[in-house]
């Protein structure tokens, strides 16, 4: 240990790994967020609870499918960056490195579930 | 070199000795929120996912989400959603500007993170 520089003890810890990459992903998805949310919560609320029929008809218009789809692939990918730092803080080793991987595989996947979903009702 | 002992110094308490303050316990919901609106997506995947299935399908998560413990969990998941945009308006405001980082400020702004998500979620919950 003590024969190490300070420069090469640095290497490969904190941001020296992936320098502001992910600092610049959550400023970007969060001012996505914050025009897609609100616009997303008066659009998709007034159909929870209607029947079959209204919510395939609503989601076949551009203007809500739109906003669902930009919606859930915009969370899901702020989401699994997000859920990391908290990864990061609390486990260490092969159980934070699991836990990235399982965090991005179940993002993506509701991400491309959401995503079939709402093609599947618009066209 | 100056610092050979720096792999080994003493760790400072963090959480467990401090009293819970306005700005750490803002932000520490904000962190609780964003984690946890992983519950509402999961519901509103599968409520979309029913929808495009069939129409039994999607009695079934539509009855689901709207019972009395999904409407709680909806309802919980929108302040959550609130709350949390207001907690990034927070940081984005702090990180684009480099202002409101003063004690001060960022304890007000914490105390406007509370009151506004709860209205916001109130607004909501009338006008929908």
Redesign the interface.
């Known amino acids: ?2 024969y190490l ?2 420069r090469k ?1 640095a290497t490969g810890l904190g941001s020296a790994k992936g320098g502001t990459t992910h600092f610049w992903n959550m ?1 970007v998805s ?2 996505a ?2 025009v897609l ?2 616009v997303f ?2 659009t ?3 159909m ?2 209607a029947d ?2 209204a ?2 008809d609503y ?1 076949g218009r551009p203007f809500p499918a739109l906003v ?1 789809a930009l919606t ?1 692939v915009v ?2 990918l702020h ?1 699994s960056k ?2 990391q730092v ?1 990864i990061e803080d609390y486990s260490g080793g092969a159980t934070r490195k699991l836990l990235i991987i399982l965090m991005i595989c ?1 993002s993506y996947g ?1 991400a491309a ?2 995503l ?3 093609v ?2 618009a066209l | 070199m100056a610092d050979v002992n720096r792999g080994n110094r003493p760790l400072s308490p963090h959480l467990t000795i401090y009293r819970p303050q306005m700005t750490s316990m803002s932000s520490i919901f904000v962190r609780v929120t964003g984690n946890g609106l992983i519950v509402g997506a999961v519901l509103v995947v599968w409520w979309l996912l029913a929808a495009a299935t069939s129409a039994e399908a999607y009695a079934v998560a539509d009855a689901v989400i709207t019972s009395v413990i999904g409407k709680i969990v909806m309802i919980l998941s929108l302040w959550a959603l609130w709350y949390h945009l207001l907690g990034g308006l927070r940081h984005l405001y702090w990180d684009t500007t480099g202002r409101g980082l003063d004690v001060a400020v960022a304890e007000r702004l914490g105390i406007y993170m509370i009151i506004g998500s709860l209205g916001l979620t109130v607004v909501t919950v009338l006008l929908i």
Do not use: E, K, W, Y
């Open positions: 240990m003590r520089t300070d003890r400023t969060s001012f967020l914050l949310v609100p919560i008066f998709f609320g007034p929870l609870g079959h029929a919510v395939v989601f669902m859930i969370a899901m989401f997000g859920v908290m179940v509701l579930a959401g079939f979903a709402v599947r009702l």
